[in-house]
């Protein structure tokens, strides 16, 4: 399968632990975003890389989340502390952008619960 | 900062019925604008996008949207539904320019009766 892997697929964690997710995009793509999707609620827009730069953060990305993207292939989501408030499905897209941006593609997410 | 209304948030149809789930953004300028579907157990794909160019826009598997910019609107329309389109669908914007930057509306879910 050539599509957006992501790992885990699901992560049950404890309150205040750090939790890291990982993200590997389709091989040609350069661009990649992070979104957070809640029970009942569309992908909230969390980051965006072009290659391995960090082009846009949402300020929904609390100090406590960091993403990276070391050599502009898979990327990492960490969380540092989890709260109870950071349950939720996190998705991973990339794409092929060059002049112009084509469509993003999805991976199945990894849901994240803090117990 | 731009933001997705979409109204229905679900609806139930039996087959051969016509949809119109209603989408509606709040954003000052040039937009692109997205649906995707989510079909249960299933990761996000793309239905239709519009860009530029004529306001009807076809999909795959014979959905359609119409831009219409005074009313800030992207309806998506299937004239036929049947079992397999029970899914959840999710319209989205991005301004010109932010490509894949995504602002989605809270999404709809669809169940087609048998």
């Known amino acids: 399968d050539t599509g957006v892997s992501q790992n885990p697929r699901h992560k049950i964690t404890k309150r205040g632990q750090n939790v890291t997710f990982r993200c590997d995009p389709i091989?040609?793509?350069?661009?990649l975003y992070w979104y957070r999707q809640t029970l009942g609620q569309g992908p909230e827009f969390l980051t965006y890389f072009q290659n391995e730069a960090q082009l846009e953060k949402s300020r929904l990305l609390s100090d406590r989340f960091s993403a990276e993207r070391p050599k502009g292939s898979f990327s990492t989501l960490e969380i540092q502390r989890t709260e109870q408030g950071d349950s939720a499905m996190y998705l991973c897209a990339s794409s092929l952008g060059l002049r112009q941006d084509t469509e993003a593609f999805f991976g199945q997410g990894t849901r994240l619960t803090v117990v | 900062a731009q933001s997705v209304s979409q109204h229905n948030h679900h609806v139930i149809l039996s087959e051969a019925a016509s949809l119109e789930l209603g989408c509606n953004y709040s954003?000052?300028?040039?937009?692109?604008l997205f649906w995707y579907v989510q079909y249960p157990g299933q990761h996000l794909q793309l239905l239709l996008k519009y860009f530029s160019g004529d306001p009807l826009v076809k999909g795959i598997k014979g959905f359609e949207a119409e831009f219409i910019k005074s009313k800030f609107s992207f309806n998506l329309r299937k004239p036929s539904v049947q079992w397999s389109d029970t899914a959840e669908y999710f319209c989205?914007?991005?301004?010109?320019?932010?490509?894949?930057?995504?602002?989605f509306g809270g999404g709809t879910r669809l169940m087609v009766k048998p």
């Open positions: 091989s040609e793509h350069n661009r």
């Open positions: 989205a914007v991005s301004p010109l320019g932010a490509g894949n930057m995504l602002t």
């Open positions: 954003y000052g300028g040039t937009v692109n």
